[in-house]
T-cell receptor
Framework: GNSVTQMEGPVTLSEEAFLTINCTYTATGYPSLFWYVQYPGEGLQLLLK?????DKGSNKGFEATYRKETTSFHLEKGSVQVSDSAVYFC?????????????FGQGTELSVKP | DTEVTQTPKHLVMGMTNKKSLKCEQH?????MYWYKQKAKKPPELMFV???????INESVPSRFSPECPNSSLLNLHLHALQPEDSALYLC?????????????FGPGTRLLVL
């Protein structure tokens, strides 16, 4: 079946550090890939997405490239801020997922210190 | 506009109470979802409605009863809940509810069952 694996947290960084959160997936066919962010006490917000191989999603300084050859969708940001502290979820949607189900990774908690 | 709204934001209820959660979207989406989320875990799918018909019930106990009065509105009726049902309840919507789609989430209702 389809699955998503992302690096475990928590990840603690200093402000302005470089961020990478690894995400790899297993899926048949050509899934779409997503990063969602959940700030403390809030719901999930769509951060970025990519719908086909080699697509790069980007938003708010975050980027992720859909790599079919390595089945990966790693999240990166060049310089994190305290306000980026949140839980980040990698997810996929595939045509063989019943009812358009999203398959989530376990989430990675990011804490950015000033 | 990619807004999904949920009310109430917080809810405290006893095990004998009956309450309802409400979700609304005005994006013209025809699929709506209920998820349950425990702290720092990924959301777990509960129900999917597509074109106002229940298409997925992930073996959710009958003390949770979903209702979709129209394509913009989704309710979750709660009765005789248990303390372990305390969680963040998230609503989401997408274009149609099949295949590969982007889901947009609301801010959630934080439920505490005493």
């Amino acid at each position: 079946g389809n699955s998503v694996t992302q690096m475990e947290g928590p990840v603690t960084l200093s402000e302005e550090a470089f961020l990478t959160i690894n995400c790899t997936y297993t899926a048949t066919g050509y899934p779409s890939l997503f990063w969602y962010v959940q700030y403390p006490g809030e719901g999930l917000q769509l951060l970025l997405k990519a719908t086909k191989a080699d697509d790069k999603g980007s938003n708010k300084g975050f980027e992720a490239t859909y790599r079919k050859e390595t089945t990966s969708f790693h999240l990166e940001k060049g310089s994190v801020q305290v306000s980026d502290s949140a839980v980040y979820f990698c997810a996929l949607s595939a045509s063989n997922n019943q009812g358009g189900k999203l398959i989530f990774g376990q989430g990675t908690e990011l804490s950015v210190k000033p | 506009d990619t807004e999904v709204t949920q009310t109430p934001k917080h809810l405290v209820m006893g095990m004998t109470n009956k309450k309802s959660l409400k979700c609304e979207q005005h994006m013209g989406h025809r699929a709506m979802y209920w998820y349950k989320q425990k702290a720092k875990k990924p959301p777990e799918l509960m129900f999917v409605y597509s074109y106002e018909k229940l298409s997925i019930n992930e073996s959710v106990p009958s003390r949770f009863s979903p209702e979709c009065p129209n394509s913009s509105l989704l309710n979750l009726h709660l009765h005789a809940l248990q303390p372990e049902d305390s969680a963040l309840y998230l609503c989401a919507s997408s274009q149609e509810g099949g295949g590969i789609e982007t889901q947009y989430f609301g801010p959630g209702t934080r439920l505490l069952v005493l």
